[in-house]
């Protein structure tokens, strides 16, 4: 019988991995209760006669998966000090998701948008763009060759000495 017995294992995993509680299920006290879905939060917990009472997030916070949480997560701020603007609104199901003022690229990707832009290199008289940047990239400049001259920033090419 290595089917049943695999059958149990599996059980046992999903319920030791959630605290004892079955897929779906949070652990209050000795009972499990049903979860409440993204965008909600625990109001009521459950009890023997009841089931979880859910109530919506907040403008400000938000809940992205199911959860027995007692109070939505505090939605991320933009840090202008760290050249961040919003690039995705909070909503109650998504935190925020920030990128780069114009201008800026991405030095510090993390998990959800940009945590901190640095500006674009500026490629002054005398080099030349050799690839322009992205944005999670900086330009890249290059030293015009012998016999070559820019006289503005950002040059895109060299010109030939007279």
């Not at 109070?71 to 780069?100: E, Q």
């Amino acid at each position: 019988c290595p089917e049943v017995l695999a059958v149990v294992l599996v059980t046992q995993l999903e319920r030791s991995d959630a605290g004892g509680c079955e897929l779906g299920e949070y652990p209050h006290g000795t009972d499990c209760c049903p979860m409440c879905a993204a965008g909600l939060r625990v109001f009521k917990h459950c009890t023997a006669s009841s089931s979880t009472t859910c109530i919506p997030c907040v403008n400000g916070t938000y809940t992205d998966h199911p959860n027995g949480l007692t109070h939505c997560r505090t939605c991320k701020l933009c840090d202008k000090g760290a050249n961040l603007v919003t690039a995705a609104a909070c909503t109650y199901t998504k935190n925020t998701v920030c990128g780069c003022r114009p201008g800026h690229f991405c030095s510090s990707p993390g998990p959800e948008g940009c945590e901190l832009c640095q500006p674009y290199t500026v490629c002054v008289p005398g080099t030349m763009v050799k690839e322009w940047g992205t944005s999670t990239k900086d330009h890249v400049c290059e030293v015009c060759p012998p016999g070559t001259f820019s006289t503005a920033n950002m040059s895109v090419a060299c010109t030939p000495r007279p």
